[in-house]
């Protein structure tokens, strides 16, 4: 039989004016179970939490009702307190007479009566209380960074200088990921490159941190401080420690008209490469579907080339396995392609705009390449049809975004400050050249934006035109689009030598399926989405699994590294400790009793039901069996309410409990 | 037909393709006919098939002693068949290890049961082979539902009437529960106690608990098969309950009980864009 | 696409609630192949129905000059049926005698079309043409064009492809009920 | 096979070549046409323009008479007559409220099943490549310059025919008969027909970019699939070299001419000889 | 609040403890008033209320049941309540031809913010329960006679 001590609080006058706690406390006395019961003027005061401290010791009370406030309000204080005199803080259980009920009811008899059955209920579930101790989870110090773009190689830099190691992960042959390829960055025009590539040859040399690139995570086990993250490292063909980077095999490889990535076709590459000069790790890939040795078997003059003989064509993937206490995603984005055939997973292309069609219709990150010192024109922009320097550009903005009948809803939102760099770019470059910009609305919050984007309208003199294009058509050369001006009330036309599509910002692919494996949500556009928008961002319901970057939502550079620097930070938050104790007021499954048809499994919010095998003990397999995993769990109760045999239960809110609160009540 | 049967059923014992055939026997040409296990392929001709099959054999797939037999043949119908797609979802039976035997069906009993009159499934669609020759008639959801909508027509306090008198004869055997093939926990959960959920008494306020629990633990599963109701020895209309439910279902989510193997089963399943008129 | 009431408040309702969701990008005026003709272009007119000024509207030209080629509608990135509001506002310029002078001529011509359906149940051409220049004529509406199409007429002719007399249904009664039926209720304002 | 047909007032009209066209290469192809008994004007844009429930009531009592004489499915060589048959079964399906109020409207009870099908979808039908076969000469000579206009593909919600930005759909049965279409920028732009003879003057212009366009991308034809698109860039021609004083000259073909001609059928068996521009 | 004076509603509300237990605390810290009918069982998510829940309420003599959590969207579980949502829906289609008087259940979202919506949705359902008098119908059923 329980040993309960209730502690009746009058909180001053709040409660006692409406509560007579006296009648409480003297009815609470002669419940099953209660040892003593008695009220005084502040529970949670000092004094309060000593006389309850001095009735666990007198009467070797095992557990405790405190009659107060809200739960939310002192729960705490009271599991402390009497922790302090040797009871299990789950048995402390806590009747709110206070907001709900003093407060609230002012007719004394009737206050006292609620407050009464509060007590009945709170003393009925403290009789059933089992003494838990918290979760305590040893935690892996490691952590994998998904993706070695800026937010990626900030968050790996960040956790390794405090010390911790750091497994980076980038899914092409060089981390840099597209700010490597961007020209220069608003608001400050200052070159991206010479911003970017200093930390990305930080980040491959720094001692704490380990470069997976031309990988990509294979599958994820295990839960918050113990992760298992089998990563595939892709068949680069190269040996990375024998290759010194010297350049002979890519300079002597007769394969040379591959469209390269990394200038995003407007350039070519051998078929044995590195994406830019300054790719980090400075080694070559080879490409296995140009690669004529690969394809046809001849060749292999790289090879023959390689002082270092790092050239190996019998490369396969490999797969590694890292364990790691915490993951960073930060996979980026990739642009829409206005390309997309109807309804391709709800999402429609701009037929109306002729990209791909026009050879003079590009998308932005083209156009960066094109304004890029080290892009396929050295800077110059000349447009891809025959080279020459347009004399006339129409800029487009929302391309996909803000076009829910395309299948894009939302505003991409950095689209807006880097046409405005781009009209500015150009007239910088081109100084006859028109620069214009069609747009819906000039989206420029941020520190010095909107200045940035007067100028390119006041000094660059970029023309700005309120208003969709609605299409786009190909004449003698010229690319004839079809807009409007709202402003001007007129729809005009514009004979233009190229035309830039500022296509929205995607999620990069396949994205889903890593939050799949990590247990993270993402919303209908493929998002990761947040715990919390705005109390987590970087936080995701996957415990210790973190967002930054693009891959949460569109954002510019700024934004990104702020992200990924909190990101760090809430790893490190969690490096903090050498065990994560979590709140043990979690579900639990009678395996004996299971049916195993894992409804459970489909209603876990937290995939924290496992599959699992009950064996005897000699091993022999007796039956399949839910089994939730303790690191996981939560303790939403969303299992025990969809199990047709109740053979889960919930610590702290069990059905024995519940039906005793009810029954306290009949 | 029937040779069509026992021809398929000899030769998936012969091949060895399944340990044991389930269909329907019968002891004498007027005798009931009952479920019948043949595991040799000489044994095929005891097989029949007649408009007196009416018991769901789907339910012995989960038995412990037919599963410990190896991979099974079940003979079944259009309404039957759906339970399969329930089980598998459920993880109760690996698909590949059943094999579906369909007959067409055109209704059971003489005069045919009501759901026979109601049926849309005369042909099996998702038997791994399909045995008779009829098309399907598509049958509008009112139709299927015409007896619960007469029912529901009466006023509330003459439903909780009906329901009070015909509880009351429930004896608690639980024949509902043995005969449904979807009810396969190894402990029921009348069967629990501490703490018990449902007063196991056969007194109105247990039955109230276990009827309402039943029908409820069928929600969004059960198949309309409404052997739980044929089998009842005091003759309690069971399948009121479990078809207001699969209205529900229907009418909310569009979704049927399975139906289709693609969908995620019903509870266990959520969209931001359910219905949720009654939540103030 | 539901049937829009005929007239009255409700089509008010219902025009302002087709062009809830346009944000005035534009789309629709910059692929209009009429914009150059027109006194307000497509978006305007939306954006007048949304701030509730519907007859300032209706009593455009440009709704007249609208040829119903759906690329408006095609291209809506809101997917408002742009081309099915200026419809409308046809219909509510006719039923409130909003009608420009200008674009009566249009008016005469599409009532005339309806006419001929109404009584032959298919659209004779001779008489129709006929009809409407006459009406054009005596509303003393650019008389020229009459003149015009009549040197046309001979040059179908010669081609066959001039019926003096058009086709007729069987059932014109039914036919008379049908418009009947599909009248315009009296204007409710 | 046999298909129902809804020639509309047009094709029974001054468009009486389109009909001769159409009939004369679909039955070289053994497609029979079974007429829509005692058809009704489809109301084209007066309708939907004055009176929208007129728009919806017109097409309904056709597609109450094609269900009646049990067509599952019904040709409109004319894209304003199934462009209104399609608005009209897309404004009925899943509208039980309307599909009852138009059956007492029309007098007939109408669900809006059957489908509808444009001059192009019909040869998709009878095959692409079945038709290459029947061909018993290549249309190698032709440049065409294929002229969707705009109801053939717009709006895409009712039609679902094509891609109506890029459609490729003339292209590539011309080319599969040997034409080689040439790229050219107003494939999908509206030349105003519908305004011809109410508001002349503006639809000149609209016609007279058409024909220049084609003709500056090397095209010698265009071709139509559509009876106002040809009234407006065939007949008026002569107007449009009047107004702007450059005579394009440029023969307009409906896409059974040139399908016709390949299957080896004489120019006046195909109504050419009816058109104002010819060779 | 005194017709059909004499009876004092018994009302079962089971809350989730993070929206709808912190809208009633919110209408304590403001003082909204409100009959004293009501006794709430905390729960962590609507997600864990099952039927049983409801039917057990009822047995142990409640008049009336009240069902709140979280506002779709904002469940701190991320999705309990859905998954509540739906067995709701279905639950009462159940209730309803069981004849059980569907104007005793009441489900409700009330956020941590709506003290407000806490009080009145209290008071409503207390005057309604008030006006439909003792859930005799159940209590004949669990005192096993007709």
Known sequence: MARIGVFVCWCGENIARHVDVEAVASGAATLPGVRTALSYKYMCSEPGQALIRRKIAEEGLDAVVVSACSPHMHLRTFRRAAEGAGVN????????????????????????????????????KARLDRPLEPICVPVARRVMVVGGGVAGIQAALDVADAGHQVVLLEREPSIGGKMAGLSETFPTLDCSQCILTPRMVEAAQHPNITLHTYSEVEAVEGFVGNFRVTVRKRARYIDVDRCTGCGQCWNSCPSKKNPSEFDYRL??????????????????????DACIKLTKGKCGLCAKRCEAQAVKFDDEDRLVVEEVGAVVVATGYRLYDPRTPAAADGISGYGEYGYGKYADVIDSLQFERLASASGPTAGEIRRPSDGAVPKSIVFVSCVGSRDPAKGLSYCSKVCCMYNAKHAMLYRHKVHDGAAHVFYMDVRAGGKNYDEFVRRAIEQDGARYHRGRVSKITEREGKLIVRGVDTLAGEAITVEADMVVLAAAIRPAEGVERLAQKLGVGYDAFGFLSESHPKLRPVETNAAGVFVCGACQGPKDIPESVAQASAAAAKVLALFSRDELSRDPEIASVNELTCAACFACERSCPYGAVERAELRNGRGEFLKRTARINPGLCMGCGTCVAVCPSKSVDLDGYSETQVYAMLKSLT | MIEALRELARRLLAEERVRVVIGYGQSSPQGPVHPLFITRAEDAEQLVWNRQCFSNLTAYLTRKDVRALGPAAVVVKGCDERTITVLEKEAQLERERVFVVGMVCEGMGDPGLPKCQVCDRHRPRLADETLGEAVDREVPALERYAALEAFLARPAEQRMAYWQEELARCVKCYACRQVCPLCYCERCIVDKNRPAVIDTSATLKGNFAWHITRAFHLAGRCVACGECARVCPVGIDLTLLNQSLARAAEEAYGFRAGED??????VGSWSPQDREDFIR | MEILPTSGKALDAEVERAVAACYQCGKCSAGCPMAEAMDLLPNRLLRLVQLGRIDKAAAAEAPWLCVSCQTCTTRCPQSVDCAAVLDALRQIAVGRGLVPRRQQRTLLFQQAFLESIRRYGRVHEVELIGRFKTRALLGDLNVPLFFKDALLAPRLYRRGKLHLTGETVRDRDLVARIFARCRAEPETT | MEIGYYPGCALHGSSNDYETSVRACLSALDVGLKELDDWLCCGASAAHSLNHKLSVALPARNL???????????LAPCPMCSGALLRAKAALHGDARLREEMGEI??????????????????ERAGIERIRE????????YRPACYYGCLLTRPPQTTRFDDCEQPRSMESLLSALGAEPVDWAFRTECCGAGMTVAREETVLELAHRILSDAAARGANCLVVACPMCHVNLDMKQADVARRFAVNHQMIVYYLSDLVGLALGLSPEALGVDRHFVVR | MSQNNGFDPKIIAYVCNWCTYLGADLAGTNRLEYPASVRIIRLPCTGRIDFHLIVKAFESGADAVLVSGCHPGDCHYTAGNFHARRRWTLFRALLDVLGIEMDRIHFTWISAAEGRKWQEVVTEITEKTKALGPYRAYRRICEGGA
């Open chain 2, 261 to 266: 193997p693609r969908v995620e089963p019903l």
């Open chain 4, 64 to 74: 109450a008479l094609a269900e009646r004489d049990g067509m599952a499915e019904l």
């Open chain 1, 267 to 288: 350039g070519q590459r051998t078929a044995i490469y590195i994406p830019f000069p300054q790719a980090v790790p400075a080694r070559p890939v080879i490409d296995k």
């Open chain 1, 89 to 124: 803080p789950y048995r402390v259980e806590m009747a709110n007479i206070r907001e709900h009920c003093s407060w609230v009811h002012h007719d004394r008899g009737e206050a006292t009566a609620k407050a009464a059955d509060l007590v009945r209920m709170a003393v009925a």
């Open chain 4, 106 to 123: 029309i007098e007939l009870p109408v669900a809006g099943s059957a489908e509808v099908l444009n001059l192009v979808q019909i040869f």
């Open chain 4, 134 to 141: 029947r061909a018993v000469r290549t249309l190698e000579d």
